[in-house]
């Protein structure tokens, strides 16, 4: 009897995680689609209000400077690939996402286009039932 609990308990759990590994693989398809279509609206709803943005050259934002820059409309995600991604969870709240990301930017006001090999690392959090990017970091490969 205690065996068939065990096992019941673990097929539940191991349900719950399967099922919120989903949700936040969802969201970060959202966020990809948003950071490409350069939807202000979508990536605020997606980020928390104390969202913490670092960028690779030593940049940091919250949540209004980041949005900002989408709402300017300076930059267009040319090109948004992912790899090597894993979500590990902490609880049934929080969510740690690596991914690697190959990404082209042009930027609007000088022509020129960044190209990036970047690591990133995001802390994802359910506020209010929706999970929200709290944090977020990246840093470059070396070119090669």
Known sequence: M???????????????????????????????????????????KLTSENLSYGHSAGTIENQEEFVAVFEAKNSDYQFWEVSDQTIAFHG???????QNVKAEILSKLNGTTNSLNMGLMMIWVKERGEWKLL?????????S
């Open 92 to 98: 049934k709240d929080l969510a740690i996402v690596r």
């Open 135 to 143: 944090a977020r970091q990246s840093f470059r490969y070396p070119q």
């Open 2 to 44: 205690k065996l068939s609990l065990l096992l019941v308990f673990l097929f539940i759990t191991n349900l719950a995680f399967s099922q919120s590994e989903k949700e936040v693989d969802e969201v970060l398809q959202k966020m990809r689609t948003a950071l490409l279509t350069e939807d202000a609206a979508t990536l605020r």
